[in-house]
């Protein structure tokens, strides 16, 4: 089956740095997402990942690894407006979506 | 960036009402539109895929004839519930993918059946 694993709580402190984890089993990969979520909103698109490396964006960073089936997001110079889920997803060979059950980030002061 | 919008952005109805949702994509063509359901704390739930002048594909356990989906145009397709009851009262979130990569995501309809 399909599958992807995310943490589903983290704790990190403002003004700090804070690194997601993605790893995904999927039939198929054509790009990896990064979504993040603030309560009671739709998701916001973050970042797009299709070959090995690092794509970095302000002070959100995105890295895949294909070999491994594995992704981090991280995110430097934590603000409390950061504190939301942050969901992993793959697109498969069909080009279908598989999404992560997200990651809920707690951003303490 | 790409701007999805949808409407209303709230409804409550009464149990037996249908309930139609739109969702348009305002800067961009949208061959693919896709609906979400997410109840609270959980997951995105894909519940359809919407291809303009085709019909759409559903996912396992959705139900076609509660949730009529329409996509006309490459800027709108509707999601219909049909006879909602209290179940179905979630917040539901379309997104339309501009070309093969990136979806975008609406701000999402909360739905309340009383």
């Known amino acids: 089956g399909q599958n992807i694993d995310q943490p589903t709580e983290m704790t990190a402190t403002e003004g700090a740095i804070v690194q997601i984890n993605c790893t995904y089993q999927?039939?198929?990969?054509?790009?990896l997402f990064w979504y993040q979520q603030h309560a009671g909103e739709a998701p916001t698109f973050l970042s797009y990942?299709?070959l090995d490396g690092l794509e970095e964006k302000g002070r959100f960073s995105s890295f895949l690894s294909r070999s491994k089936g594995y992704s981090y997001l991280l995110l430097k110079e934590l603000q409390m407006k950061d504190s939301a889920s942050y969901l992993c997803?793959?697109?498969?060979?069909?080009?279908?979506?598989?999404w992560g059950a997200g990651t809920k980030l707690i951003i303490k002061p | 960036g790409a701007v999805v919008s949808q409407h209303p952005s709230w409804v409550i109805c009464k149990s037996g009402t249908s309930v139609k949702i739109e969702c348009r994509s305002l800067?961009?063509?949208?061959?693919?539109m896709f609906w979400y359901r997410q109840f609270p704390k959980q997951s995105l739930m894909l519940m359809a895929t919407?291809?303009?002048?085709?019909?759409?594909?559903?996912e396992q356990g959705v139900e076609k004839d509660k949730f009529l989906i329409n996509h006309a145009s490459l800027t709108l397709s509707t999601l219909t519930v049909t006879s909602a009851h209290p179940e179905d009262s979630s917040f539901y979130i379309c997104?339309?993918?501009?070309?093969?990569?990136?979806?975008?995501f609406g701000p999402g309809t909360r739905l309340l059946v009383l």
């Open positions: 997104s339309a993918r501009d070309g093969e990569v990136t979806q975008y």
């Open positions: 800067d961009f063509q949208a061959t693919t």
């Open positions: 919407s291809n303009e002048g085709s019909k759409a594909t559903y």
């Open positions: 999927t039939s198929g990969f054509n790009g």
């Open positions: 990942n299709v």
């Open positions: 997803a793959v697109k498969d060979s069909n080009y279908q979506l598989i």
